[in-house]
């Protein structure tokens, strides 16, 4: 156990600093679609920023979003490396009441743990009409 403990730590502390990144976005169509999941891309950089992205696995509508953000991040000065970066997207259920005041719990977020992994949460889409006894998702 304390191999694996000691090769995680090595690991982590090879991992190049992120400096700047763009905020990552759940892509406006993918909840309509229920479209969830984990992205694993392996990215590579030149010592600055990022020089090639591979898509190992993901929705593609979630590939490409993840995509797009890594090609934002820029990097503190280091040898060229490559590392594994996973993207979890999450949609979150909410509740709504009879006046279709509507909440989730937890809340939509975006959480930056950079640059081995992303948390990126958003909701379902619904439709609510006081008239109708429950809210029905789109």
């Not at 990144?21 to 406006?28: E, G, M, R, T, W």
């Not at 984990?38 to 995509?67: F, H, N, W, Y």
């Not at 820029?74 to 005041?101: I, M, N, Q, W």
Request: glycine share 4%; with cysteine; aromatic share 8%.
């Amino acid at each position: 156990m304390l191999f694996f403990s000691l090769a995680a730590q090595q690991t982590q502390r090879s991992l190049p600093k992120v400096v700047s990144a763009s905020v990552p976005f759940y892509p406006i169509l993918a909840p309509g679609a229920r479209i969830q999941g984990v992205v694993t891309l392996r990215v590579s950089t030149d010592g600055k920023s990022v020089s090639a992205i591979d898509a190992e696995s993901g929705p593609p509508m979630l590939v490409q979003a993840a995509k797009e953000n890594v090609r934002t991040w820029r990097f503190e000065p280091h040898a060229p490396a490559t590392f594994g970066v996973k993207f979890r997207y999450r949609l979150l259920d909410y509740k709504c009441d009879s006046d279709c005041r509507c909440k989730s719990q937890p809340e939509p977020s975006v959480l930056l743990h950079l640059p081995s992994h992303v948390e990126v949460t958003s909701v379902i889409p619904m439709i609510c009409d006081p008239a109708e006894q429950t809210p029905r998702k789109k």
